[in-house]
Nanobody
């Protein structure tokens, strides 16, 4: 059974940086499309970033493009989200997701809290 475990969340001041990690187990990681989503209090879960199985193509929400970078290390079964120039509105629980089908995710992590103080 595929399992995803996020880490790296925390409290940071506006303008600061964090790097989230998502450790993948229980499957062939190199065959999975991976993505990051987030959910702020009182809001629906929203797409943040995703990448293809080899990381060659990446996609971002308009709100994070230019500030966030998604990447993966297939040797370490890990996907990352580097978040720079964080803003108060980036405060949310961040979830890692994976699937063998691009754009449709059926495996989710438990989430990691990111809090940006203004």
């Amino acid at each position: 059974q595929v399992q995803l475990v996020e880490s790296g969340g925390g409290l940071v001041q506006a303008g600061g940086s964090l790097r989230l990690s998502c450790a993948f187990s229980g499957g062939a990681f190199s065959g999975y499309f991976m993505g990051w989503f987030r959910q702020a209090p009182g809001k629906e879960r929203e797409f943040v970033a995703r990448l293809t199985v080899n990381g060659a193509r990446t996609y971002y929400a308009n709100s994070v493009r230019g500030r966030f970078t998604i990447s993966r290390d297939n040797a370490k079964n890990t996907v990352y989200l580097q978040m720079n120039n964080l803003k108060f509105e980036d405060t949310a629980v961040y979830y890692c997701a994976g699937s063998v089908h691009e754009g449709s995710y059926n495996y989710w992590g438990q989430g990691t809290q990111v809090t940006v103080s203004s």
